[in-house]
């Protein structure tokens, strides 16, 4: 079984900065993808970041140039840098990986999420 499991959320002035982390744990062989997701509440899920195995990146485009998403794979974990948090980011974060458990079996896990809320 895997486990992902974030933190770092928190309450935080608009302008300001968090940094969220997602550690996995549990029967890992590889992790592949890592992605982070948030939702607020009424709206639809949403991609926010998403790093490869070997440490690409891509970003929708209302964070770009605010967030920065990396990982450290001897540590099974992601990182969602933010700064320059606006209210609208206000949200429930959370953490998506594709996860090999041996060589060839794979699932798409996900964490419990992390309250961001940004003030005005």
């Known amino acids: 079984q895997v486990q992902l499991v974030e933190s770092g959320g928190d309450l935080v002035q608009a302008g300001g900065s968090l940094r969220l982390s997602c550690v996995a744990s549990?029967?890992?062989?590889?992790?592949?993808?890592m992605r982070w997701y948030r939702q607020a509440p009424g709206k639809q899920r949403e991609l926010v970041a998403g790093i490869t195995s070997d440490g690409r990146t891509d970003y929708v485009d209302f964070v770009k140039g605010r967030f920065a998403i990396s990982r450290d794979n001897a540590k099974n974990t992601a990182y969602l840098q933010m700064n320059s948090l606006k209210p609208e980011d206000t949200a429930t974060y959370y953490c998506?990986?594709?996860?090999?458990?041996?060589?060839?079996?794979?699932?798409?896990?996900w964490g419990q999420g992390t309250q961001v809320t940004v003030s005005s």
């Open positions: 549990g029967r890992i062989f590889a992790i592949n993808a």
């Open positions: 998506n990986a594709d996860v090999f458990i041996d060589r060839s079996i794979s699932g798409r896990y």
